[in-house]
């Protein structure tokens, strides 16, 4: 039995999920709810569930501070690079270098 996405999301740990923004022709931000695919010590990659896909990061400035820079990401092949990163720092705790079970839900849900 298939899960659908919205579903999924709904149950999904809050440190997991986000909602991103994109504008509208019209000018109206537009929300995308967004699962959390890989981590590294200083990036997160989100993707939204959208039928159209979007790969978004969220890229901590640094150690010190909680500021963070949001970017949706063009180009595949830096989707590939954060997830072998995810991957190559292997998990701690579920914090550092995860490769998120919800990658496992979208591929096997499209």
């Not at 699962?35 to 997160?44: D, F, K, P």
């Not at 501070?65 to 989707?79: G, H, N, P, R, T």
Request: hydrophobic residues 35%; without cysteine; charged residues 25%.
């Amino acid at each position: 039995m298939s899960l659908d996405p919205a579903t999924f999301f709904h149950h999904a740990a809050d440190a997991e999920k986000t909602t991103v923004y994109t504008q509208n022709a019209d000018g109206d931000l537009e929300p995308h709810d967004a699962l959390l695919i890989a981590q590294t010590h200083r990036q997160r990659l989100f993707v939204t569930l959208e039928p159209r896909r979007r790969y978004v990061t969220y890229s901590f400035v640094d150690d010190s501070s909680d500021e963070v820079e949001l970017d949706f990401v063009q180009d595949y092949q830096e989707v590939e690079e954060l997830l072998e990163d995810a991957g190559l720092y292997g998990g701690h705790d579920g914090e550092v270098g995860v490769v998120y079970h919800n990658l496992l839900f979208l591929l096997m849900n499209p």
